[in-house]
């Protein structure tokens, strides 16, 4: 599989790599130099498993986690052993 490099040193990803990888725009790649003259490329890696999560929960209704726990669990009553 062949691709040319474009004057602003930019690449087309042909339609069957970008598939079977799962890229879409604005995913990023890593590019790495390997053995006589090639060069690999694959998928940017999340960072840490917590990372993917950055900034999901700005936008929950909950004051803070008791109250979320009240909505998940139902309220707590008094003597009731958690």
Avoid: C, H, W
């Avoid at 990803?13 to 130099?33: D, M």
């Avoid at 999340?46 to 008791?66: D, E, I, T």
Wanted: proline fraction near 5%; hydrophobic fraction near 40%.
């Amino acid at each position: 599989m062949t691709t040319t490099i474009s004057a602003k040193g930019q690449i087309t990803v042909p339609v069957n790599v970008r598939e079977a990888l799962g890229l879409v725009a604005g995913t990023k790649i890593e590019l790495s130099l390997g053995p006589k003259g090639t060069f690999v490329a694959r998928k940017a890696s999340r960072g840490s498993f917590f990372a993917q999560f950055r900034g999901v929960g700005k936008n929950v209704p909950y004051r803070n986690s008791l109250e979320a726990m009240d909505v998940l669990r139902g309220p707590v009553e008094k003597g009731d052993v958690a």
